[in-house]
């Protein structure tokens, strides 16, 4: 199991709506994978924010994944959790996780195929596309992903400056699902979240 299509990325820096108002609009848009991505805030608040998306998204029957932190993931019953290279080795968050979910970001062939040997049930590839959100490192571009899919099994979701005018090209390269954080919580994030939703739902 992992997030097909649209998987929201929170962003509590490109607007003013409180966590819970912006992941409501996405839920209730259609997207179906939420994942929780807080870098400023104590393990405490990221906990209690945790506690209040896993029951918004129980009531949507929606993914959601917990950045970062397994335990915090483990003990809200999130769905599961998506490391970074630098966050806890992945066969250690796999023993901790159990079954659930353990996904991973990567940024080139080497971290792909070692996270699908590592027992990743998906892995974040990217930036597919200049990005502002976080300093991730040079694009990659669409090319990368058709390399990537040659060499793994396990499901790839793209991230990285993704928007409705170039999610095409990640979809039709061989992406199984695309994160998007800034094309849908800048502006009118309900309205946005629905055209994402609307171009799954017309294309694939």
Known sequence: MYCKGICFITDAKCTDLPLYDMVHHVLRAGVRCIQYREKDLSRRQIYDNAVTLRKLTGRFDAILLINDHADIALAVDADGVHLGQDDLPLRVARKIMGSKIVGISTHNL???????????????????????????????????????KENVSIPVVAIGGIRLDNIAAVIHAGADAAAVATAICKGDIAANAEKFVRFFNHNY
């Open 110 to 148: 080497d971290q792909a195929t070692e996270a699908e040997r590592g027992g990743a049930d998906y892995i974040g590839f990217g930036p597919v596309f200049h990005t502002t959100t976080k300093d991730a490192g040079a694009p990659k571009g669409v090319d990368n992903i058709r390399t990537i």
